[in-house]
């Protein structure tokens, strides 16, 4: 069964492919360009809290994303 869900929603250790990134454009093109695209499996590393920020790995790069922005990414597990 494939699960469509948002990024802010995984837990730590798990990994996902992205589907679609609904942000705005400054941050769409900041992500794409650490490699974060339609397409790209991403892990989540390690959260600060329920609603802290998340660290997410793409390959061998680590980033730090707030959670309302993770919210924008629709992933598949």
């Known amino acids: 069964m494939v699960t469509i869900m948002t990024l802010n929603q995984l837990t730590p250790s798990e990994m996902a492919t992205v589907l679609a990134i609904d942000l705005p454009f400054e941050l769409r093109e900041r992500l794409a360009a650490l490699g974060v695209k339609a397409g790209r499996r991403l892990c989540l590393v390690h959260r600060l809290g329920a609603h802290g920020p998340l ?23």
């Open 55 to 77: 660290q997410v790995r793409a390959g061998s790069t680590d980033f730090i994303l707030r959670a309302r922005e993770a919210a924008g990414i629709k992933i598949r597990r």
